[in-house]
């Protein structure tokens, strides 16, 4: 994958780069918020700095999203809730407090490219399972012919499972596509919307709990 580091300082930036390599990354560092601008056509990921040395990361970021839609994780000493929120709600996909450990920082980059692919990826159709019909093109679901209505995350939890259908899905991989996230109050919510889409189907043994691991979809 190619990463475009933005980054001022030269001993966070080396050992970031040489890391990256370690995964197999090619790595542009660039010192300068402008240099994003100029490179990030060529890039699959941006690690941003918020604290650079012209523009500020967050001017940047806001930049970028307007005409781009780059995957972005922040990665900044900037840790105020104010500047956190502020990233977010301008696109970041993802932000980090420094120091951050470099294991998480690679499985959030694995995580944010995950979900950049599965928004990128054709849909699969529908799937059929007994007489539960998921349009994923149309994000529609018809149960014994009847259409029967999902909130936004309640669907998106199903598509999920049913794009896998019949094949275990972990809790947190369905965390980390629906929400993007595997905290324990996220955790909760998923429980709480799988209990209303069991419902809502009316079909429980489709929706199998597997004890310790996650669900699965299909007979």
Do not use: C, N
């Not at 599965?118 to 849909?123: F, G, I, K, L």
């Not at 007994?130 to 149960?143: G, H, N």
């Not at 999920?160 to 019949?166: H, Q, S, T």
Request: proline share 2%; net charge neutral.
């Amino acid at each position: 994958m190619q990463i475009l580091l933005a980054e001022d300082d030269d001993g966070v930036a080396a050992a970031l780069v040489e890391v990256l390599y370690d995964q197999g990354h090619v790595t542009r560092r660039v010192r300068y918020g402008r240099d994003v601008l100029t490179y990030h056509r060529s890039s699959d990921l941006l690690l941003l700095d918020l604290g650079l040395p012209d523009v500020d990361g967050l001017d940047v970021l806001r930049s970028l999203r307007a005409v781009s839609d780059l995957s972005v994780v922040v990665l900044t000493a900037r840790g105020d809730e104010r500047s956190v929120v502020r990233g977010l709600r301008l696109g970041a996909d993802d932000y980090l407090v420094k120091p951050v450990r470099l294991a998480e920082l690679l499985a959030r980059i694995d995580a944010v490219t995950r979900r950049a692919r599965a928004r990128t990826a054709p849909a699969a159709g529908t799937v059929r399972t007994a007489d539960v019909e998921v349009d994923l093109d149309a994000r529609r679901v018809r149960v014994g012919g009847a259409e029967v209505e999902l909130t936004t995350k309640e669907f998106a939890i199903l598509a999920v499972l049913a794009a896998r259908a019949g094949t275990a899905v972990s809790r947190e991989q369905l965390l980390d596509e629906v929400w993007g996230d595997a905290h324990h109050a996220v955790s909760r919510s998923l429980d709480v919307h799988l209990t209303q889409l069991r419902a809502k189907l009316r079909r429980p043994e489709l929706l199998t709990t597997i004890r310790g691991f996650g669900y699965r979809f299909g007979d």
